[in-house]
């Protein structure tokens, strides 16, 4: 048994980061060639959850202390629906994690093809756990479809004790607090700086208050050649695809600005940036949220050498992985639990924390064990074609990117607060990334845009 289990301190972030205009839920979706056995799929559900306690879990808190202990009989409906390209609208209220378990999933099905979409909470999962629940799903799924046992990797749920500790052993600990007071004083830039927001003046509601966002995704799949041609363009700079993305999203959101916030374009842009602090003790771990924010921030502006500029980024996120500096905010979450007993201090509603998010999950199903040969991923009668993510927003953060490779394509997806970015600003912001992209790849020009919409989500009001 591992319940109860104490909350880690990302877990905390999570949730004190909860608004009821902006729940602290992402999306995975799955675009699938076949269509489910609706049957063998609703089997399947508490078959794959048994292998996530935390997918199964709730909060309880007395005190300052917050643990998760199991939820009492429940299970996420699946809700299924019959238009592939739907708006994907919100259950009664956004997930409350002390009354409710953090997944809901809907499947859209159409003409053959299906889309498979869960909403998790990020209290309880991040995108590679949300990944290796989506794996186990599947897996599940086939067994029940065509008889056998399922085809997944070995999980230990007491690996969970476990999540929270990135910084090796104490003895490690006790080393690195040096070096981790030094960063903790450098991370004041977080608090220094004022990013620029990617928003539009606001118009106020009839009541006198902002009016509710209203959340709507969207998605531009790159082909095989331009994908390729984004990982050589990185390579011969000796960076990774991710740094590459990352420095393009610098350029695109300083297109935005220059068009709709003109008088601060020369101010900072910052992009959070998540990082997974997974080690070789987490290698078997169920899902659960293993990741810490990392801000990058730029004044566009001034950068004419956009190879220097990757250069430097790559440099960048190399130390942040190198010297596992995500643990940094880790510490700083203790600090000021323990000092404050809250983290609100930390997460203002009305201040600009960053100016966009930028989630990579690189190839996630790669190293699949329902891959072929080929990297063909497939369950029973169902074969993945794609793969998305979409982060959440935040007040004042109102676009949030998703980065994620499958088949040797790249799709990139944005979560983004329409009313924030008005009027197309979603299809707008996007747009403009991709055509940076686009000119770092140097592909043929395509005769029509790629951006198209993949659904939407609203909270109720």
Known sequence: MVFPLPLAPMEQYMLADDWPAHPRTFYLRLGLEGQFDHEALERAVPIAMARHPLLGAVVQSEGRRTWWVAAENQLPQIHWEREIER???????????????????????????????????????????????AEDLLAAYAAEREGGKPEWRPLRTERLRDRGIYAGSRFTQWLRWPFEVLCIAGSLEYFLHRPVPLAVPVKEGADGSEPSPRLAAFRHRFTIHQTEALRSAARQEGATLNDLLLRDLFLAAQDWIDRHRAEEKTGMVRIMVP?????????????ADCVCMINVDRRVQGWTDLRKMLRIVSWEMGMVKRLRLGVIMLR???????????????????????SCVLSNLGMPLRDSPLADAHGRVTAGNVEVEEIELLPPVRPLTSAAFGAATLGGRLTVSLLADQRALGAGGGEELLALYAQRLGQTAQPDPPATSDVSPTGAASPAG
Request: proline share 4%.
């Open 87 to 133: 708006d994907i609208a919100r259950a009664a209220a956004p997930i409350d994690l002390r009354r409710q378990i953090g997944l809901r999933l809907w499947v859209c099905e159409a003409d053959g093809r299906t889309r498979l979409w869960l909403e998790l909470h990020h209290a309880c999962c991040d995108g590679l756990g949300a990944v290796r629940f």
């Open 275 to 287: 990082v997974n602090l997974r080690t070789r003790l987490h290698a078997d771990m169920p899902a």
């Open 332 to 354: 700083i979450i203790q600090l000021v639990q323990r000092i404050t007993g809250s983290l609100k201090s930390l997460l203002p509603a009305d201040r600009c924390l960053a």
